[in-house]
């Protein structure tokens, strides 16, 4: 099971949501809106996809990384490995 199988009905409905924003961007580029207006909307929806990405991270790190700890060995290794990369694309992004 992932670790954020008890949220997923909480990030679906934020995804949507993003989903909904991203066709409201497209529709303003295509109505000419003013630049600003439509950068003011990128940036709100970048916003919410990092939050959902760090949701995602921290319930990745309290439950798949927490548990494969538990293991030790090189399962915990990988899982700690898995992490820091998946960190460093957020931190590059």
């Known amino acids: 099971m992932n670790g954020y199988?008890?949220?997923?009905?909480?990030y679906l409905k934020r995804l949507r949501r993003i989903e909904g924003q991203?066709?409201?961007?497209?529709k303003m580029v295509?109505?000419?809106k003013y630049c600003i207006d439509v950068l003011t909307q990128v940036s709100a929806v970048t916003s919410a996809l990092e939050n959902v990405a760090l949701g995602l991270l921290d319930d990745h790190l309290n439950h798949c990384v927490?548990?494969?700890?538990?293991q030790g060995g090189d399962v915990a290794s990988d899982k700690i490995a898995e992490a820091s990369a998946a960190i460093a694309r957020l931190v590059k992004s």
Do not use: C, L, N
């Open 66 to 70: 927490a548990e494969a700890a538990a």
């Open 22 to 26: 991203v066709r409201g961007i497209a």
């Open 5 to 10: 199988a008890a949220e997923k009905d909480a």
């Open 30 to 32: 295509d109505e000419d």
